[in-house]
């Protein structure tokens, strides 16, 4: 089953280390994720990660993400970080637009995810193939299912609808043939709708939350993009997404990569 993210209530408790950034400026809580991490924007237009310790969450491995695509595309910068026993965070500086998931861009979707494939297609164009020092390879994402599926943390009751007729054991077998690469670029990591935002115009500006971006057949981005299209905006969206990206639906590569994000 996809994991529930959103805005959070107005008055979402604000963890110690953001306060303490804060230093008195005010903060407008703007986004929890199911992991219990929130996101805050202070009045100077700064905009405050923080996810709390045992969540699994690395937001090391964020940050240099975005040190390193901020040379090539659209990111926010990093200007803070810190980490202390409730958890870790950093601090970016605003970027100019608002998410596809933005109450006048759920009323447009067309406009919406239309934006956000010419933008995963724009993000893959840029990120230089050669020079990227991550992973996200099917290979890898497969051994950590098979970590944890040895631990028992695989609950097919979690899972979205279209996978629950599988047993883990199956769900297992259809991801042990992964399919042949179609290209190879440096992928989001988390392309859901949300992480693309778009100017005032509806055009594509910027992608945040890039803490798994790494090298990866294009498909394991469009087919978590064009997915999120149905939990965000409804049925019918798919394709307007694909045919914004430039590329026909591979319908096989989207079933596989959906079923190894569902597990991961």
């Not at 914004?244 to 569902?262: F, N, S």
Request: with cysteine; aromatic share 10%; charged share 20%.
């Amino acid at each position: 089953m996809p994991l529930i993210a959103g805005r959070p209530a107005a008055d979402e408790p604000v963890p110690a280390a953001v306060t303490s950034w804060a230093a008195g400026r005010a903060l407008l809580p703007v986004w929890r994720n199911e992991l219990g991490g929130l996101t805050f924007r202070a009045d100077t237009g700064h905009f405050i990660k923080w996810t709390p310790a045992g969540s699994g969450v690395e937001l090391a491995a964020e940050i240099s993400r975005l040190v390193w695509a901020a040379t090539y595309t659209p990111v926010p910068r990093v200007v803070d970080h810190g980490a202390d026993a409730e958890g870790s965070w950093f601090v970016t500086q605003a970027l100019s637009g608002e998410s596809a998931v933005a109450d006048r861009w759920i009323a447009d979707p067309e406009s919406a995810v239309r934006a956000i494939g010419k933008g995963l297609r724009g993000l893959h164009d840029a990120l230089p193939l050669a020079s990227c020092p991550f992973s996200w390879s099917a290979d890898e994402r497969f051994g950590d299912v098979l970590r944890r599926a040895d631990r028992g943390l695989l609950d097919p009751a979690r899972w979205d609808a279209q996978h629950g007729q599988l047993t883990v054991d199956g769900a297992l077998h259809v991801l042990a043939e992964t399919p042949p690469i179609d290209q190879l670029v440096v992928c989001h990591g988390d392309a859901c709708a949300p992480n693309t935002l778009l100017d005032h115009r509806g055009k594509w500006l910027a992608h945040v939350d890039l803490g798994a971006l790494g090298v990866a057949d294009r498909w394991a981005d469009l087919a978590v993009a064009t997915w999120s299209t149905q939990w965000n905006y409804g049925p019918g969206w798919e394709d307007a997404l694909l045919d914004a990206y430039g590329v026909a639906a591979d319908r096989q590569r989207m079933a596989y990569y959906r079923l190894l994000w569902d597990l991961g």
